[in-house]
């Protein structure tokens, strides 16, 4: 079975840090690039990093650009982002999703046409 869980998550004071993890099982991360997403209550889910198959290929919006370092690690078939300065804005669930996509064609932080979705981590941010 194909599926990604994603870990990390919780309660964060503003302008502390986590890192977020999606660990890969039944496929190794070598072959799928890695998109992360946040859905905050009542709003729309937002694309907010990507990282290539290849690992040579990141790319960040604008909302974390500058807050985001995301990594992969081929040893343990998992994806990290980790996200500095939060901000009560940054409070949301986490999603990543796993798109079979070669190195050589990057990755697009946009909602992939077939990927494998996890069920998402809540991030908190609040004094």
């Known amino acids: 079975q194909l599926q990604v869980v994603e870990s990390g998550g919780g309660l964060v004071h503003p302008g502390g840090s986590l890192r977020l993890s999606c660990a890969a099982s039944g496929f190794s991360v070598d072959y799928y690039a890695i998109i992360w997403f946040r859905q905050a209550p009542g709003k729309e889910r937002e694309g907010i990093s990507c990282?290539?198959?290849?690992?040579?290929?990141?790319n960040f919006k604008d909302s974390v650009k500058g807050r985001a370092i995301i990594s992969r690690d081929s040893a343990k078939n998992t994806v990290n982002l980790q996200l500095n300065s939060l901000k009560p804005e940054d409070t949301a669930v986490y999603y990543c999703?796993?798109?079979?996509?070669?190195?050589?064609?990057?990755?697009?932080?946009?909602?992939?046409?077939?990927?494998?979705w996890g069920q998402g981590t809540q991030v908190t941010v609040s004094s």
């Open positions: 999703v796993a798109e079979r996509r070669s190195g050589r064609w990057g990755c697009t932080v946009a909602p992939p046409p077939s990927g494998i």
């Open positions: 990282i290539s198959s290849d690992g040579i290929t990141t």
